[in-house]
């Protein structure tokens, strides 16, 4: 069964960077699946953040292309995030997802709250 | 972009009720579209895939339909678990992956 967490610090100033970690358990990540990031808004709305396959194809959220990357440390069996020159608008729930295809997502973390504040 | 919208976006019912609820594409996305349910604090969970395809594990109370554009998620019996926000998420573009806005489901 996979298992997802998020870690990661909760505070980020404004044009700093947002950097989570997702720990995975019960599943290699380089067996198979693809790895990704989805955000949730105070007002409830979802947003795709990007994904990335098991063998390193990335797919990104074109909004956010410029400023994101989505890596895999296969040595620590993690999918990290990275998100650079945060404003306000970035203050969400960030959750780790799974699934079998890119865009169907079986597997989530419990999320962590990230607000973009000085 | 490819658009979602929902409706209703919030319904009050009683257990025992038949609840439908409908999802909208801003184009057409065959039948690459996934539904969840969100429970309060929680991850949304994966509940049909494909339009119709019930995960395992998933109450054969609900049921999906539809194609093209338009798409129901159907609870035939509402239980007292399934009081939620439901959300539809289209898989049909290659370039961005996109959610409804939400419908939530509460107590009358």
């Known amino acids: 069964q996979v298992q997802l967490q998020e870690s990661g610090p909760g505070l980020v100033k404004p044009s700093e960077t947002l950097s989570l970690t997702c720990t995975v358990s019960?599943?290699?990540?380089?067996?198979?699946?693809?790895w990704g990031w989805i955000r949730q808004y105070p007002g409830k709305g979802l947003d795709w953040i990007g994904s990335?396959?098991?063998?390193?194809?990335?797919h990104y959220n074109p909004s956010l292309k410029s400023r994101v990357s989505v890596v895999l440390d296969t040595s620590k069996n993690q999918i990290l995030l990275n998100l650079n020159s945060v404003t306000a608008a970035d203050t969400a729930v960030y959750f780790c997802?799974?699934?079998?295809?890119?865009?169907?997502?079986?597997?989530w973390g419990q999320g962590i709250l990230v607000t973009v504040s000085s | 972009d490819i658009q979602m919208t929902q409706s209703p976006s919030s319904l009050s019912a009683s257990v025992g009720d038949r609840v439908t609820i409908t999802c909208r594409a801003s184009?057409?996305?065959?039948?690459?579209l996934n539904w969840y349910q969100q429970k309060p604090g929680k991850a949304p969970k994966l509940l049909i895939s494909?339009?119709?395809s019930l995960q395992s594990g998933v109450p054969s109370r609900f049921s999906g339909g539809g194609s093209g554009t338009e798409f129901t998620l159907t609870i035939s019996s509402l239980q007292p678990e399934d009081f939620a926000t439901y959300y539809c998420?289209?898989?049909?573009?290659?370039?961005?992956?996109?959610f409804g806005p939400g419908t939530k489901v509460d107590i009358k």
């Open positions: 494909a339009a119709s």
């Open positions: 998420q289209q898989s049909y573009s290659n370039v961005l992956f996109t």
């Open positions: 019960g599943y290699s990540i380089t067996t198979g699946y693809y």
């Open positions: 997802v799974a699934g079998v295809a890119v865009a169907d997502f079986e597997h």
């Open positions: 990335l396959s098991h063998s390193g194809s990335t």
């Open positions: 184009q057409s996305i065959s039948l690459y």
